[in-house]
């Protein structure tokens, strides 16, 4: 006889935080801390795992929460330097002297510029996109709500004689349709509210972490040349809400 052999497999991502590098940001277009993380994948057979590998470095600007990903066998990987003795209040130049002195002195003004406020609402915008978010719940949500509500109404109208079908069968037909169209509405409903409330987390943590106020971010977005949708809502909603 012969038994059929299932193998569960999979792999697990890590991350760890392995400090602080100094480099210039292509968005903020000045030179910005950046936080570094080293990413680690182990696969595993029935969950036991192998030895982890690395699968290269993120490195997450400190003021646009940009991320930039560097392959672990790079030349920019493999000449970076980071260090665990740095905090904020050392300053900037204390970062750039101990990881990356080839950058010179670098100007470091008490406020935050234009370019890097735009580069901070870009990378929110960026994030908080719908197309990017799962919505997996959404649309699990809308088809559990919507089946039975058109199934008792594909039942309604059978009996009030309006769809040419008994009872059983408009029955099945409006569930059809209630879990078609209720995945789709739970799908868009999902991803809207999810991206309204993602921006405003991000809007509010930015906020708090860099000092800045509601109305120095809603004077820079008059600034923008062009549209950032979910972005200029989020600051919608809070300047509703304070
Ligand atoms: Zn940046």
């Known amino acids: 006889m012969e038994i059929p052999l299932v193998i569960v497999w999979g792999y697990r991502l890590e991350v760890e935080r392995v400090g602080w590098t100094a480099r210039r940001c292509s968005r903020c277009q000045k030179v910005q801390a950046f936080e570094c993380f080293d990413q680690w994948k182990s696969n595993h057979v029935y969950f036991i795992h192998g030895e982890a590998k690395s699968i290269g470095k993120v490195l997450i600007c400190d003021f646009c929460e940009t991320s930039v990903g560097l392959q672990p066998n790079s030349a920019e990987a493999k000449s970076l330097t980071c260090t665990r003795s740095w905090t904020k209040k050392d300053g900037l130049n204390a970062l750039v002297e101990k990881t990356n002195p080839s950058l010179g002195h670098v100007p470091v003004p008490e406020k935050p510029g234009l370019r890097e406020l735009l580069a901070l609402l870009e990378s929110i915008n960026e994030r908080a996109s719908p197309y990017k978010l799962r919505a997996e719940q959404g649309i699990a949500f809308g088809m559990l709500i919507g089946t039975p509500i058109f199934a008792v109404l594909g039942l309604l109208l ?13 029955a099945f037909a409006g569930g059809w349709i209630g879990f078609l169209a209720g995945g789709v509405a739970g799908w868009i409903k999902f991803k809207w509210d999810y991206s309204k409330r993602l921006s405003e987390e991000m809007l509010i943590a930015a906020m708090q972490r860099n000092a800045l106020t509601l109305s120095t971010l809603e004077r820079a977005l008059k600034h923008y040349p062009g549209k950032l949708k979910y972005v200029s809502r989020g600051l919608t909603l809070l300047a509703a809400d304070a």
């Not at 059978?158 to 408009?170: I, Q």
């Open 158 to 170: 059978s009996f009030l004689g309006l769809t040419g079908f008994d009872a059983s069968v408009s």
